[in-house]
């Protein structure tokens, strides 16, 4: 299933096979919350950018249009039309986002939808039902996603409980994989590893959770507030205790320079919504930095966003173009720019790859570390 092919220090190039396909990695993992990119990108648009995998949300798909009837249509791979390997969330980010419209139990969670306030309940087990109504490539397993920073003795107990929550998860995802009419019964299982940013709780339970035997494991909640450094410390503790032989994911992050340090410290997976979130605002991504299209500068520049660039974007619209379609807010400058970034990300991890299989990954990383995360 994961099978490393060279390393560079930490950093690992492996291949990951799915029944959807085999994932080169290190890898971006591309975020459609609710079945599509924010900016007006399809399935077949992912193709077109060099997307390997896609993202869903298990909470926003559960609530709208509901599991149920993505099963009924197939799953999410006819419901989207995306043919490779889908990841859906568990829901146990939604913990941490809504925190005021939710209650937590040792049994699961208690929410008020944000939609329409109708109330919801969320375990283990509902969580392992929904994601396997949507027939995903690799479920997610239930957590508790805590804000930092966080006392200690919280972490503690949360940790604790998110374990418990994992052993739950595996044991109902295994009976749901092995029903006759199972969308997919060869869905994924990954665990979390939590613990704020105390090493010795993200330890403890990293070693807790490798024990599961689980087919993946993520690193979550990081980057919900705490410095860069001490995200970079919690890696660096954390990942030696993570299975040599099981793909490692970094949920949620991040800017190029976060991706970078990452891969560095042995992570292989990503994703994160700032490429697309950024693009919608005209805050474009390129070698030589972060450009800010809106500026009054790019009023008559005719050159591509970024010269170095390959985007269908870059190839054919100039900035003056662009910036002018922010301006008359059409919606044509948002889906322009959400392709580019995302070209850009995933060019960066396909360079990345490049880098690692060549033995130049540490020039790559001290050429571009300090300078992709810089506003021109």
């Given at each position: 299933?994961f099978?490393?092919?060279?390393?560079?220090g930490n950093?690992?190039?492996?291949?990951?096979?799915?029944?959807?396909?085999?994932?080169?990695?290190?890898?971006?993992?591309?975020?459609?919350?609710?079945?599509?990119?924010?900016?007006?990108?399809?399935?077949?648009?992912?193709k077109d950018?060099g997307?390997?995998?896609?993202?869903?949300?298990?909470?926003?798909?559960?609530?709208?249009?509901?599991?149920?009837?993505?099963?009924?249509?197939?799953?999410?791979?006819?419901?989207?039309?995306?043919?490779?390997p889908?990841?859906?969330?568990?829901?146990?980010?939604q913990?941490?986002?809504?925190?005021?419209?939710?209650?937590?139990r040792?049994?699961?969670?208690?929410?008020?939808?944000h939609?329409?306030?109708r109330?919801?309940?969320m375990?283990?087990?509902?969580?392992?039902?929904?994601?396997?109504n949507l027939?995903?490539?690799i479920?997610?397993?239930?957590?508790?996603?805590?804000?930092?920073?966080?006392?200690?003795?919280?972490?503690?107990r949360?940790?604790?409980r998110t374990?418990?929550?994992?052993?739950?998860?595996?044991?109902?995802?295994?009976?749901l994989?092995?029903?006759?009419?199972?969308?997919n019964p060869?869905?994924?299982?990954?665990?979390?590893?939590q613990?704020?940013?105390?090493e010795?709780l993200?330890i403890?339970?990293?070693?807790?959770?490798?024990?599961m035997?689980?087919?993946?494991?993520?690193?979550?909640?990081?980057?919900?507030g705490?410095?860069?450094?001490?995200?970079?410390?919690?890696?660096?503790?954390?990942?030696?205790?993570?299975?040599?032989?099981?793909?490692?994911?970094?949920?949620?992050?991040?800017t190029?320079?976060n991706?970078?340090?990452?891969?560095?410290?042995?992570?292989?997976?990503?994703?994160?919504?700032?490429?697309?979130r950024?693009?919608?605002?005209?805050?474009?991504?390129?070698?030589?930095?972060?450009r800010?299209?809106?500026n009054?500068?790019?009023?008559?520049?005719?050159?591509?966003?970024?010269?170095?660039?390959?985007?269908?974007?870059c190839?054919?619209h100039?900035?003056?173009?662009?910036?002018?379609?922010?301006?008359?807010?059409?919606?044509?400058?948002?889906?322009?720019?959400?392709?580019?970034?995302?070209?850009?990300?995933?060019?960066?991890?396909a360079?990345?790859?490049?880098?690692?299989?060549?033995?130049?990954?540490?020039?790559?990383k001290?050429?571009?570390v300090d300078?992709?995360?810089?506003?021109?």
């Amino acid at each position: 299933m994961f099978t490393v092919l060279k390393t560079d220090g930490n950093a690992r190039l492996a291949e990951f096979t799915t029944v959807h396909g085999v994932v080169q990695t290190p890898a971006f993992m591309n975020v459609a919350t609710q079945g599509a990119i924010k900016g007006g990108l399809s399935a077949y648009d992912l193709k077109d950018i060099g997307c390997q995998v896609q993202l869903c949300n298990t909470y926003h798909l559960h609530l709208r249009p509901g599991d149920k009837l993505i099963r009924e249509l197939g799953g999410l791979h006819a419901f989207t039309g995306w043919d490779g390997p889908i990841l859906t969330d568990s829901g146990g980010f939604q913990i941490f986002s809504l925190a005021a419209l939710r209650r937590i139990r040792e049994e699961g969670v208690y929410f008020s939808s944000h939609i329409d306030g109708r109330k919801i309940f969320m375990g283990p087990e509902e969580s392992m039902q929904i994601q396997s109504n949507l027939g995903s490539t690799i479920a997610m397993g239930f957590d508790e996603c805590v804000e930092n920073p966080a006392e200690y003795d919280y972490a503690k107990r949360s940790c604790e409980r998110t374990a418990r929550w994992m052993e739950r998860s595996k044991k109902e995802m295994d009976r749901l994989n092995a029903l006759p009419d199972t969308v997919n019964p060869n869905q994924l299982l990954f665990g979390i590893n939590q613990g704020c940013t105390y090493e010795d709780l993200r330890i403890e339970h990293m070693k807790r959770i490798a024990d599961m035997d689980m087919d993946g494991y993520a690193i979550g909640g990081l980057a919900v507030g705490e410095p860069k450094e001490e995200m970079y410390r919690i890696i660096s503790a954390v990942t030696p205790f993570m299975p040599i032989d099981k793909p490692r994911y970094l949920m949620g992050v991040g800017t190029p320079g976060n991706i970078l340090e990452a891969v560095e410290r042995g992570v292989d997976l990503f994703d994160c919504v700032m490429p697309s979130r950024n693009a919608r605002h005209g805050h474009l991504f390129t070698k030589e930095g972060i450009r800010n299209i809106n500026n009054e500068k790019y009023k008559n520049d005719l050159s591509p966003i970024d010269p170095q660039c390959g985007c269908p974007t870059c190839r054919r619209h100039s900035r003056a173009y662009i910036r002018h379609l922010f301006k008359a807010g059409e919606m044509l400058a948002m889906r322009l720019c959400v392709i580019h970034n995302l070209w850009f990300y995933n060019t960066l991890l396909a360079e990345i790859r490049d880098a690692l299989q060549n033995g130049t990954f540490a020039q790559y990383k001290a050429k571009y570390v300090d300078i992709l995360d810089t506003r021109i």
